[in-house]
């Protein structure tokens, strides 16, 4: 991953058929790579093998939405970090909200999830963000303080392994209401600060990146990239379909 580019990450959640996965897949072909940017797709489990070969060589990170925290066993449904590499994936978003919500996961399973992703070698992208209630009761950075303390709880970092922390307030998600670029701006550097305190000033920066995910479109990413505490954006409906998916790279290689 390029320290200095900007990812832009499209989650496709469960808005896509297998078929219409590898067909976007394909349609990514005519993206030009740009060093400004290091995309990824997040397909469901079912279209990831085919995702993967329909990329074939192009430079997009594949990921998957989900993982579980062990290797092997009697778990019926899950899937595991390893197989998850075995399919070719190098990225993985944990504690997205909307299984923290209609799944009842918990930051006790978010962190067992980050650690095994981890020890499998893959890069979480971990989600983090306060509901609509928590934001205008001004409860923000005591939600931010609990999911990022409990997510990282034991987690250790050295060598080269990257943590992705997704910024994504539930309440600008699918929502087409993004969060004010000001707002999105004290959010990362918030975030930024417990890193600080938790793993000193060189590790936090060189081992954590920070993006903002919640409604972002092609004509609002700009006001995203532009940020230097911004790292870049997980989008969920925009990343859907290829040609607008290809409108926001374009937007945010300006
Ligand atoms: P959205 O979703 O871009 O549709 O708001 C973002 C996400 O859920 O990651």
Redesign the pocket.
């Known amino acids: 991953m390029n320290q200095q580019s900007k990812l832009i ?1 499209g ?1 496709w ?1 469960m808005q896509l058929t297998v078929k219409e996965s590898v067909r976007f897949a394909e349609a990514l072909k005519v993206y030009e790579p740009n060093p400004k940017l290091t995309v990824g797709v997040f397909p469901s489990f079912a279209a990831i093998d085919r995702v993967r070969d329909a990329l074939g060589d192009i430079p997009v990170i594949l990921g998957a939405q989900d993982c579980f925290w062990e290797e092997k066993g009697p778990y019926t449904g899950e899937v595991s970090p390893s197989e998850l590499i075995n399919l070719g994936c190098s990225h993985v ?1 944990v504690g ?3 299984r923290r919500m209609h799944l009842g996961e918990t930051d006790l399973m978010v962190q067992k999830k980050i650690a095994a992703a981890q020890k499998a070698g893959l890069t979480p992208v971990f ?1 983090v963000g306060e509901k609509y209630e928590e934001r205008a009761a001004k409860q923000w950075t005591t939600v931010l303080t609990t999911q990022v303390g409990n997510g990282l709880d034991g987690i250790e970092l050295s060598g080269t392994e990257q943590i992705v922390i ?1 910024y ?1 307030p539930v309440w ?5 209401k ?1 969060c004010d670029p000001g707002e999105a701006r004290e959010a990362h550097a918030f975030i930024r600060s417990l890193l600080v305190e938790r793993y000193g000033t060189d590790r936090a920066f060189r081992h954590f990146r920070l993006i903002y ?5 092609p004509r609002n990413i700009g006001s995203f990239m532009t940020d230097e505490g911004i790292d870049g ?8 379909k290829a040609a607008s998916f290809l409108a926001l790279l374009e937007a945010a290689a300006k």
Request: charged share 15%.
């Open positions: 990450f989650n959640k978003l997205h909200s909307e989600c997704a994504e600008a998600i699918g929502t087409g993004a995910g919640g409604s972002v479109e954006a997980l989008v969920g409906g925009a990343s859907q």
